[in-house]
């Protein structure tokens, strides 16, 4: 009997030990004025989805397919413009944006009166005249096997800027945006008549990284004279004066002018932005940037967006002096009108 105690006290020492041992491992850990684990958890909570409510008004778009007018929900339409106009890889911010100019866009023809440049009983077109507009059926087949996750992040972005637009003086602006600039956007005249306060020359300096930033064509010499109208020789002409953007305002050849806009019109340039040469029996015309250059560019829109910035900065800095507002004062005043 006396045999059999040490080794009921050694048993009973290590069941106690092994009682121990949790309380062991874990009070170094112990914050001892909260009783409560010293090291932080964090927990992180998932970012909630936004949803796309349901639109407050249809859009009368005349499909040039089928030649049809069709009422689209407003923001079922501004899915199908930021599908076709940007790029679905772009960053989330830069398609905010996108978003935003877009419904902006739609609001200010809604408000407008039937204009000939859209069918009777349409307000816009879904072609370059007005905004590219493509439904999910016809981005299906555009998109292929990429077609969810690419609709799911467009309708994600639009749905994040519902029932926003971007105004100046209390009225829907002239959101017009482009691809690539040539480092500057540009003024509104310089491009088209009216002076527009929100439509600035400002300088776009991430778009040199563009793939769309540089351009050649080379066009025979003939077909040159054909589409401006000239006879050159030896020389092919002076550019007389550059934009604010940049841009070639006037332009010499063959002993008539022309603006920047009619030679990239009549030649079917990228940009404005050219620089030329004879070589041989051709005109050899370099260019920088692709559009118009008013307005947004989008390229530029992504690289800030890459670079961290929102989508109210990016609206902010390519429409100077505007104002993300509600759409809904606007879109009440169309539904009364019809």
Do not use: C
Request: proline share 4%; aromatic share 10%.
């Amino acid at each position: 009997m006396n045999q059999m105690k040490p080794v009921l006290f050694a048993l009973g020492s290590l069941f106690i030990i092994i009682l121990l041992i949790p309380t062991l491992l874990v009070t170094p850990f112990m914050d001892e004025s909260k009783g409560k684990l010293g090291k932080e958890v964090t927990v992180t909570k998932k970012e909630e989805v936004p949803t796309l409510a349901e639109s407050p008004v249809a859009v009368p778009v005349y499909r040039s397919q089928s030649k049809q007018i069709e009422n689209i929900p407003l923001e079922e339409y501004v899915i199908g413009v930021v599908a076709s106009e940007m790029p679905a890889e772009f960053e989330t911010e830069a398609l905010k944006a996108q978003a935003l100019a877009a419904r902006t866009y739609i609001t200010k023809q809604l408000m407008n009166e039937q204009t000939l440049s859209a069918p009777e009983g349409s307000v816009v077109t879904d072609t370059q005249m007005h905004q590219v507009f493509k439904n999910k059926e016809e981005l299906q087949k555009v998109w292929g096997d990429d077609y969810t996750w690419k609709l799911e992040k467009i309708t994600e972005a639009v749905a994040a800027t519902q029932g926003q637009i971007l105004t100046y003086d209390n009225k829907p602006i002239d959101a017009s945006f482009f691809s690539t600039s040539n480092g500057y956007t540009e003024n509104s005249e310089a491009y088209w008549k009216e002076s527009i306060p929100y439509l600035r020359s400002v300088e776009s300096k991430w778009d040199e990284e563009s793939p769309k930033f540089y351009d050649q064509k080379v066009i025979p010499i003939a077909e040159f004279e054909s589409k401006l109208g000239v006879d050159i020789d030896k020389s092919i002409g002076e550019i007389k004066e550059l934009t604010p953007g940049k841009r070639v305002a006037k332009v010499e050849v063959g002993g008539k002018e022309f603006t920047g806009r009619e030679i990239r019109e009549k030649l079917e340039l990228k940009s404005s932005d050219f620089t030329w040469e004879i070589k041989g029996d051709s005109v050899v015309i370099e260019t920088k940037g692709f559009g118009h250059g008013v307005g947004m560019s989008q390229y530029g829109a992504n690289f800030m967006a890459e670079s961290g910035k929102s989508y109210k900065d990016i609206v902010s800095y390519y429409y100077k002096g505007t104002k993300v507002a509600e759409a809904e004062p606007f879109l009440t005043k169309y539904t009364a009108q019809k």
